[in-house]
């Protein structure tokens, strides 16, 4: 298994699950927390292992996984879609701040103030979220695309879960980056599919081992 294709599907399953838990949250209200907390982290990590910038342990990107398995299998159902559809448009959204140069400074300059909000309440807490989501609609939701998230009105008018969904959001631009830097490029989801699934598949039955295995 090649490093740098294992890197990129990592990060590939950083966006997936980044996107899950938006569409968890805007129809539910809710999502595992662990999953949640493990997007928020990927903010504060620098560059280096890409494992590492999800905590060092494949279980932590259980969903992201099980989500690009599952679509790239084409087993998917209308929330899958939106998950998809969140997805590409997330990589999108990185290629446009990709040549905002300006806008990359101020938003690495936000959340480096959002460090010590992070530091001092966790990872999840509200204050954090409220913090993220401020910084996301403060920048890329300004770009004239934006990303259209459907799911329970009664839910998202709520100002937590829309906070929880702009944090998420960043948190998936964060990968969409890192996916990036690793070499990847949005043709690998065509004309890569299939070696992109096989080690999706063979690092999602390595992290669901885990789960198990640490239970």
Not at 118 to 145: C, E, K, M, P, W
Not at 167 to 179: E, F, K, N, P, T
């Amino acid at each position: 298994m090649s490093r740098s294709i294992t890197d990129q599907t990592l990060a590939l399953a950083g966006i997936f699950q980044a996107a899950t838990l938006v569409s968890q949250v805007a129809h539910q209200g809710r999502c595992a927390e662990s999953s949640m907390e493990t997007c928020i982290r990927s903010l504060f990590v620098g560059p280096g292992d890409t494992l590492a910038v999800y905590g060092g342990e494949l279980m932590n990107l259980r969903e992201g996984l099980d989500a690009l398995t599952k679509i790239l299998s084409n087993q998917t159902r209308q929330q899958d879609m939106d998950i998809l559809r969140y997805s590409l448009n997330l990589i999108q959204l990185e290629a446009i701040l990709n040549r905002r140069p300006d806008m990359m400074d101020a938003l690495g300059q936000r959340i480096s103030q959002a460090r010590h909000t992070a530091d001092h309440f966790g990872y999840v807490h509200g204050n954090l979220i409220s913090n993220l989501g401020s910084v996301y609609q403060d920048t890329i939701s300004t770009f004239r695309q934006r990303i259209q998230v459907t799911g329970s009105p009664q839910v998202l008018q709520q100002d937590e879960n829309a906070a929880k969904v702009r944090a998420l959001l960043l948190a998936g631009i964060r990968s969409a980056v890192l996916w990036r830097q690793t070499g990847g490029r949005r043709w690998h989801l065509i004309l890569r599919r299939r070696k992109v699934l096989s080690v999706a598949r063979s690092l999602a039955e390595q992290a669901n081992q885990s789960v198990y295995s640490s239970r």
